[in-house]
């Protein structure tokens, strides 16, 4: 059932509790109190019979059929069109969900158009029938009630934000490689948070300034006011944690240049090493291809070799291998191969 709860209300007490749209109709009606309507995910058809009875613009039907707005307060005529955006944090998944809220006040009603399971309207409905004097003040109270209850929700979600972002600075310093990601996440629901909450305080300064225009009791005036000290608190800790998060990936980015850095010098370390050790090899291939170059000649056993019957011949050959050998020898040690 979208319709989830239906009240008409006089002097601020619930006076009866019709049960369809069309006998709230009547019962307001009759009454002349202010009706109350809670509606969750209506379809068309009940959309347009609460306009057409309370004369609601056709773009106000169409913002609330197709959902998915902005935050954002308009009036068309003596009806008042707000959209909030409440959110709540989800622990086990570590993320914020928002959803979506549709407020409409007429001079004698207020029907609330809920599109996602936040915020509370129930507590909300409890809290203003346990202040009759309040409620009396009419739709605007009830506006103020819900203000305030999508605001308070909007604590912990700060406080889960926080959390996680004390965790991030943990995971940034610890090397996980992981944290680049959830930054990037994090920063992304922090962004759809500031757009959330941002334009409640140009919402709240209109209701403000056309307070004396449709007569705004003076105590729901200081009421709205405290509200909008609270959205101001959310609001700065919102920017205070992108700036934070923004920071957090200029930080990670400078850690892993840094990491990249020392993997660099350690693997040209590691080649310098390397190079080092084939001139070695090189160089005592050299050396020792000197006396075998010598040896491999005098080894061919040829008919005709003069030195082989020479009687300084073994000796030359000799001499000739360790002088080859020591040239090549003091030459690799005056280039610092050896």
Do not use: C
């Not at 913002?63 to 086990?92: I, M, N, S, W």
């Not at 996602?116 to 605007?140: I, N």
């Not at 010098?265 to 310098?272: I, N, P, V, Y």
């Amino acid at each position: 059932m979208s319709l989830v709860d239906n009240a008409v209300y006089v002097g601020g007490r619930r006076h009866s509790e019709p049960a369809g749209l069309e006998q709230t109709y009547a019962a307001l009606r009759q009454s002349g109190g202010m009706a109350w309507i809670g509606l969750y995910r209506p379809d068309h058809a009940e959309i347009a019979s609460v306009a057409r009875e309370f004369d609601i613009h056709a773009l106000a039907v169409e913002d609330t059929v197709k959902a998915h707005q902005r935050p954002k307060l308009e009036r068309y005529g003596d009806v008042l069109f707000t959209v909030l955006r409440p959110a709540r944090y989800l622990d086990d998944e570590e993320r914020v969900e928002f959803g979506e809220l549709h407020v409409f006040l007429g001079p004698s009603v207020v029907v609330t158009v809920r599109h996602a399971e936040s915020p509370d309207l129930a507590r909300v409905r409890q809290r203003m029938e346990a202040a009759p004097d309040l409620l009396r003040l009419g739709p605007e109270a009830v506006l103020y009630a819900i203000l305030d209850e999508v605001v308070d929700e909007y604590g912990p979600v700060v406080a889960g934000l926080e959390n996680d972002i004390d965790e991030i600075e943990d995971q940034l310093f610890a090397g996980d490689p992981a944290v680049s990601r959830r930054i990037y996440e994090l920063l992304r629901e922090v962004m759809a948070f500031q757009r959330a909450t941002h334009p409640l305080l140009g919402m709240l300064a209109g209701l403000e300034a056309g307070a004396d225009t449709y007569g705004v009791d003076d105590e729901l005036r200081r009421h709205l006011r405290d509200v909008q000290d609270h959205v101001v608190r959310v609001v700065e800790r919102a920017d205070g944690f992108r700036g934070l998060l923004q920071n957090a990936l200029t930080v990670n980015a400078t850690i892993v240049a840094e990491r990249q850095n020392e993997e660099v010098r350690a693997m040209t370390a590691a080649s310098l090493v390397q190079n080092e050790e084939v001139k070695k090899i090189s160089a005592w291939a050299a050396i020792l291809f000197a006396p075998t170059l010598v040896g491999t000649v005098y080894g061919m056993n040829f008919d005709h070799m003069p030195e082989l019957a020479w009687r300084w011949g073994y000796p030359a050959a000799v001499g000739l291998m360790v002088l080859g050998s020591v040239v090549l020898f003091a030459f690799f040690r005056s280039r610092k191969w050896l």
